[in-house]
């Protein structure tokens, strides 16, 4: 009763300036709905309503209590250095269609996300929804499994906003097997959105997920999640650029075997069909990917469902298996040109695998054994140093 009290006054007074807002006052919803002009920090969840723009403030620590929407045409800017300490559970922030976030980090001063517990799958993560098409639909919309809200369209090129030199933390929370948070979550993001600097680590699930869109992304480290360090499907088609991604063994569990660099598919609701709007076929250049032989999944690269893509200067050191390719249309795409160029291989059992049968796969990539991926080999490149509070990283690491 109390909470209820709370609550609506809260709401009211709020929504003075919002005339329209007085329906999503509703406590009966379980995501919590109601507007927000100012935040509390102390209770940082609710919604940012069209036309709303909320600039947080860096002095101060911000405790996600819940779900904070932004809304289509609301705004939310985070400055450099801000730090925002999820609670257990679905905690997430989630950018609709059509609204935008600035997380304004700087090398020297990152903005930084985490659990109120450093565990991974303590809280949920970053999810940003575009207007550009997942190849679920012939519209190019899908309802996404994080929020329940429709994303996706035609517009490949949207822009979602800037997000810049964050550290994203114990992410990953689990609804149900079908329904986990990855660390970063873009549901048919376009190009038009600034992707850089993103370090995701000790999370449940996936670093990184892209479900369509083609958002283009640079300059990104991904240490000890417990499933693929950056997962896609349904027809993502964006760049990645420097990509460190490595695995951390202490994370190895039945529930979470999770071992993959790359887990690539075209779309799992019908991996048969695209529905016009393409299957995956991303470019990933500079990346390095520390495997363990550890896991039932130790694979670099997990190409599969008809996905294609394009991979250039890719270090893959410590799987069991470097590339492994599943179903005809994979290896129609990588059998028909050369899309895997100057890819080394450190301590890998296995370089190529296909299920049978598969056409012969072992001409489908080129060897630089002077590849340097991700920038420094199987170290942490310079550009990785600092922001992410690593100052060195290797394949021993990975290992423990
Ligand atoms: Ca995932
Ligand atoms: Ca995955
Ligand atoms: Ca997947």
């Known amino acids: 009763m109390k909470k209820t009290i709370l609550r609506a006054a809260l709401c009211l007074s709020l929504v003075a300036a919002f005339s329209s807002t007085a329906i999503s006052c509703s406590s009966s919803d379980d995501e919590t709905t109601e507007n927000v002009s100012t935040v509390d920090p ?7 309503a069209a036309g709303t723009s909320i600039t947080l403030d860096a002095t101060k620590v911000y405790n996600l209590t819940g779900r904070l929407l932004v809304e289509k045409g609301a ?13 257990a559970g679905a905690t997430y922030l989630i950018v609709d269609r059509g609204g935008k976030i600035f997380i304004n980090g700087t090398a020297t001063n990152p903005v930084v996300f985490e659990g109120t517990t450093h565990k991974q799958g303590h809280w949920g993560g970053i999810v940003i929804l575009g207007n550009a098409p997942s190849n679920r639909s012939a519209s190019g919309t899908s309802t996404s499994e994080l929020g329940d809200l429709t994303y996706g ?23 149900n097997p079908e329904k986990e948070f990855n660390g970063l979550s873009l549901f048919g993001v376009g190009s038009g959105t600034t992707i850089s600097y993103v370090y995701v680590t ?63 598919d075209t779309q799992d609701t019908d991996p048969n069909t695209t529905n016009g709007n393409g299957t995956s076929n991303p470019t990933i250049n500079n990346a390095t990917f520390l495997g363990n032989a550890g896991g039932s999944e130790s694979q670099g690269l997990k190409i599969r469902a008809g996905s294609q893509g394009k991979f250039d200067n890719i270090v893959v050191a410590n799987y069991s298996t470097g590339l492994d390719f599943e179903t005809d ?72």
């Open 75 to 87: 705004t939310l800017i985070i400055p450099a250095g801000t730090r925002i300490t999820a609670s």
């Open 42 to 48: 102390s209770n940082f969840q609710g919604k940012i």
């Open 153 to 175: 369209g035609t517009d490949n090129s949207d822009n979602s906003g800037l997000i810049k030199y964050v550290v994203i933390k114990d992410s990953g929370f689990k609804y």
């Open 329 to 400: 249309r994979t290896y129609g795409w990588f059998t028909s040109g050369s899309y895997i160029k100057n890819i080394r291989f450190i301590n890998v059992a296995t370089l190529v695998k296909a299920k049978a049968p598969a056409p012969d796969m072992s001409g489908v990539f080129t060897i630089n054994a002077n590849a340097s991926g991700a920038g420094n080999g199987t170290a942490l490149p310079d550009w990785a140093k600092g922001w992410t509070g690593l100052t060195s990283f290797d394949v021993v690491d990975a290992m423990n």
């Open 202 to 264: 000790d999370g449940a699930d996936d670093g990184i997920e892209c479900f369509g869109g083609s958002p283009n992304l640079d300059h990104l480290v991904i240490t000890g999640v417990g499933d693929d360090s950056f997962d896609w499907t349904e027809g993502y088609r964006g760049t990645v650029n420097f990509l460190y991604a490595a695995r951390k063994k202490q994370y190895q569990n039945a529930a979470e075997p999770g071992n993959r660099g790359i887990e690539a």
